[in-house]
Each structure stands twice: as structure tokens, then as C-alpha cells.
């Protein structure tokens, strides 16, 4: 009896001495690490490629989302990489990270954006309240989001994401015609709407935009457009807070220190709003003294024609 006693003692030390890390090196804790499998965004901006799937070094924050119920803890903004160089490729925890997201036998509540850092979200941010600002184009700060999804757990541990666009675009493409004489420097673009928004806020979590900060107005920026050569159109593309626009819509540039304006019925132009992944393409004109809006249409990510052309004075 002694002895049965002795060896169940040493079996129980033996076993209390193998961690759960131990049970497997992929575990810590007796959880999994979340895997990403896939990560796209809705018509990505690189027109060449026919897909959109993102890779070749691509960077992405993922979120944890609380739920004290399943036992997760909120952590936010963890890095994942895409390398080609690991085997096999794909989408793996940033090396640099301190901390990665584990999962137990119950579903996680994730989140995900594209690019990492994009409309300044780091491990503090409140992703509930974004701060989106219409800019000049910056891909940096092209801001893409998968909504929070429950699905993962140790058992099945890999998601996909795939991503929305938060902003709207607007690319103005102009070209000087033979009878302007200018240079074309072009140093600031207006565009003015009673509802038109400078900045406003994303719950990237649900895709909900916020409804408490009152218009601004205006956005301008400055496009960087310093000549255009006859014949071949120079581009500015300015990322917008989408919006719902009534009334009409000015548009004004600076162009060789002449400001030069015109308006559009928002109604009649097929432009009651500026809504999140339209690109909004305007082909823009000089002439003479004049400048010439010949035709606005959204482009890649939604077509939608914009009825109308329209001169500036």
C-alpha cells in the first residue's frame, strides 16, 4: 500500500511539473495564437492588380475585443506582417510585438485596419471614435477596417478580414489647353457644401460614422501642382470625410495666383453625397481665362456618372 502511495506521489509531482506551454509549443497558457489567413481590402487603389488581397509586406493592426463572458481581455493594434520570405508565406504576429492575441475554447471578438498607424491608431486609441480628416492624398493614411467579427477560437484559430474603405476620394485631372497661357502652378482647391466635413469620427468596430461634429463647410489643401504641360493632365486626389451634400457645391482653385470658382446643383450633378470607397473624378480644363470642369464620375471602386460639366470663371 506504501508503495502505491509513493508512486502515485511522484506521478502527481511529474504531472504538476508539466506547464500547459509544455503540452504543446504553440500553446501558452492552454491557448492558441490567432492566425490571420487573409486580409483584402474592397478595390484596392492599386489599379494593376487584379487582386486584392493584401501581401508583399503589407502591415495590419488586429483588435481584441473584450468579453469578460469568453475570458478575452481587450487588446489593441496588434501588428501582423505578410513575408514572403517565411515558410509558409503569409500573415503572421510582428516580431517587435509585446504583446499577441491568444485564444481559448471560446469564440473571440476581433477587429482589424489597413494601413498600420493610418488616422493615428495605436494601443491607446478609443476605436470606437477614429479621428477621420479630409487631406490631400496620403496612401498612409488611406484608411481601410474589417468590422469586429466572433468567430475565432483554439480549435479553429485563423480569420479573414476584408477590409471597406473609410474615406471618399476626389481626383481632379486637368489639362491646359492651347489658349491658356499660364504656367498652371495650382496651390489650393476648395471645395465648399454647406455639409461638407473636415473631420468627423469612425467606430471602425461597427462602420458607424459620427453624427455629433457639426460641418465645416469647406476643405481645402494645397495640391502641389506647380506647371502643366499642354496636353497632359496633371492629378490631385484629396481623401473626404463622407458625407450627405444638399444645395450646391463650390469648387475653387488658386491657379496662378487667380482664384477662380463655379458652383454645382448637388441634386442635378448625382452628387447628394460623398460616400465612403466612391472615387470621385473630375476633368478639369484651362482655358483662356476660364476653367473648365468638363465632366465629373466616380471610378474603380463605384462607378456613378455626375451629370453635368461646368465652367469656372
Known amino acids: 500500500m506504501r508503495k502505491l502511495f509513493s508512486m502515485a506521489v511522484v506521478a502527481c509531482m ?43 509586406g503589407s502591415q495590419i493592426g488586429v483588435s481584441l475585443i473584450a468579453d469578460a463572458a469568453n475570458g478575452y481581455s481587450d487588446l489593441k493594434n496588434v501588428e501582423y506582417d505578410y513575408s514572403t520570405t517565411t515558410s509558409p508565406a503569409g500573415w503572421a504576429p510582428a516580431s517587435t510585438n509585446t504583446k499577441n492575441i491568444y485564444l481559448n475554447n471560446l469564440p473571440a471578438t476581433v477587429c482589424a485596419y489597413y494601413p498600420l498607424g493610418a488616422a493615428g491608431i495605436n494601443s491607446s486609441t478609443d476605436q470606437t471614435s477614429v479621428i477621420l480628416t479630409s487631406q490631400k492624398y496620403d496612401a498612409a493614411q488611406d484608411l481601410c477596417y474589417a468590422v469586429k467579427q466572433k468567430a475565432a477560437t483554439n480549435i479553429v484559430p485563423s480569420v479573414s478580414f476584408a477590409m471597406n474603405r473609410a474615406y471618399a476620394e476626389i481626383t481632379f485631372s486637368i489639362t491646359k489647353d492651347a489658349t491658356y497661357t499660364g504656367i498652371g502652378l495650382i496651390d489650393k482647391i476648395t471645395i465648399s457644401n454647406t455639409t461638407v466635413r473636415s473631420t468627423n469620427t469612425l467606430d471602425i468596430t461597427t462602420g458607424t460614422y459620427g453624427s455629433s461634429i457639426p460641418a465645416s463647410e469647406s476643405v481645402f489643401y494645397n495640391p502641389g501642382i506647380t506647371a502643366i504641360t499642354s496636353g497632359t493632365p496633371a492629378t490631385s486626389t484629396v481623401l473626404m470625410v463622407p458625407t450627405v451634400l444638399s444645395g450646391t457645391i463650390t469648387f475653387s482653385f488658386v491657379v496662378d495666383g487667380k482664384t477662380m470658382s463655379t458652383t454645382l446643383d448637388a441634386s442635378a450633378n448625382n452628387l447628394l453625397a460623398l460616400v465612403f470607397g466612391n472615387n470621385y473624378k473630375a476633368n478639369v480644363t484651362l482655358k483662356g481665362t476660364q476653367l473648365v470642369v468638363s465632366s465629373v464620375t466616380t471610378q474603380d471602386w463605384t462607378d456613378q456618372a455626375v451629370t453635368n460639366g461646368m465652367v469656372i470663371n
Do not use: F, M, Q, W
Request: with cysteine; charged share 10%.
Open 14 to 56: 511529474i504531472l504538476s511539473s508539466c506547464t500547459k506551454e509544455d503540452l504543446s509549443p504553440n500553446n501558452t497558457n492552454g491557448t492558441t495564437l490567432l492566425g490571420v489567413s487573409t486580409a483584402s481590402v474592397s478595390a484596392v487603389a492599386t489599379r494593376s492588380s487584379s487582386s486584392n488581397l493584401l501581401t508583399n
